[in-house]
């Protein structure tokens, strides 16, 4: 069935219910968990920190997002977490093609207004995946 399944986070509740789900998954298929959370390279570290602390970079950023969702899983299977480079729907299919992902695991995350017009992330994922896409019905 499936070796390989990626899912995408952001921190949201929405993409931690999908991160769950993939969990599931990966544990009753035996498959691998990729987590990813896209970097967005021209954003700016935070500049409203505490005296003492150093901003983290957006990519830090990203890397502690997946890091944070992959310790909170239940899964005790193999799990890796990453940043990625890119908007989130272009970072999940780039990072399929690299690892040969058999599934990338997306939250329906609600769309309204000119969204809709637009696209969401689980759309354009399911427009350009190289795999099947597993949408969590999180709303």
């Known amino acids: 069935m499936y ?3 990626l899912v995408g986070v952001d921190g949201s509740d929405t993409a931690s219910r999908a991160a769950e789900v993939a969990a599931g998954l990966a544990s009753a298929t035996g498959a691998a968990l990729h987590i990813v959370t896209a970097v967005d390279e021209k954003a700016s570290a935070a ?3 505490p005296p003492g602390m150093q901003p983290l970079s957006p990519g830090e950023r990203a890397e502690a997002i997946a890091r944070q969702v992959a310790e909170g899983l239940s899964y005790r299977g193999t799990v890796e977490s990453s940043p ?3 908007k989130p729907a ?3 299919v780039q990072v399929a093609k690299e690892i040969g992902a058999d599934v990338i695991v997306v939250g ?3 769309v309204q207004g000119i969204g809709r017009v637009l696209g969401s992330v689980a759309a354009d994922v399911a427009h350009h995946a190289p795999c099947d896409v597993y949408i969590v019905k999180t709303t």
């Open 90 to 92: 272009d970072a999940l």
């Open 47 to 49: 500049t409203d920190l």
């Open 108 to 110: 329906n995350r609600r």
């Open 84 to 86: 990625a480079p890119g």
């Open 3 to 5: 070796k390989t399944i």
